[in-house]
């Protein structure tokens, strides 16, 4: 076997790990990440918001309301 392939599978195998292993990572944050939309308005929830606050189910707006609400109390 010439050194180069042998580098060059390392490196494949190598990446796909790193890949299936980001992926996998990556589905465990979406499935703790709860419901897609706001359970208060229906608004679809930003994946990027989601992503930041695993487990969130309320669209911005709303989170603000209740927090205003219970600052007030
Ligand atoms: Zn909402």
Redesign the pocket.
């Known amino acids: 076997m010439d050194e180069g392939d042998y580098g060059a599978d390392y490196q494949a195998r190598h990446n796909a790990e790193a890949v299936s292993r980001h992926r996998s990572r990556m589905e465990l944050a979406a499935g703790a990440a709860g419901s897609e939309v706001?359970?208060?308005?229906?608004?679809e929830i930003p994946a990027a918001r989601r992503a930041a606050m695993p487990g969130c189910s309320?669209?911005v707006?709303?989170m603000t309301d209740i927090e205003k609400r219970r600052g007030v109390g």
Not at 38 to 43: H, L, S
């Open positions: 706001c359970e208060e308005c229906g608004d309320l669209c707006a709303c």
